[in-house]
């Protein structure tokens, strides 16, 4: 059951990171495309805070639950 549960908590964090990695790629290669963002920099910088907020976990879960 443990490894299960660790295995889920990888799983999810590596999915948001790619989701957020995709975002930034969007907004790196098609910024007039996005009408509703007018500070195409501050989202770039809250898409790379949640890669980092996704990161630590992996890093936590590799470190001291495996």
């Known amino acids: 059951m443990k490894q299960e549960l660790i295995k889920a908590l990888s799983a999810h964090a590596h999915g948001e990171i790619e989701y957020h990695k995709a975002n930034v790629n969007v907004y790196l290669n098609n910024p007039v495309g ?29 470190r001291y639950f495996k």
């Open 34 to 62: 996005i009408g509703e963002h007018n500070n195409i920099v501050g989202a770039i910088s809250d898409e790379l805070d949640a890669i980092a907020k996704y990161h630590d976990q992996l890093e936590v879960i590799d």
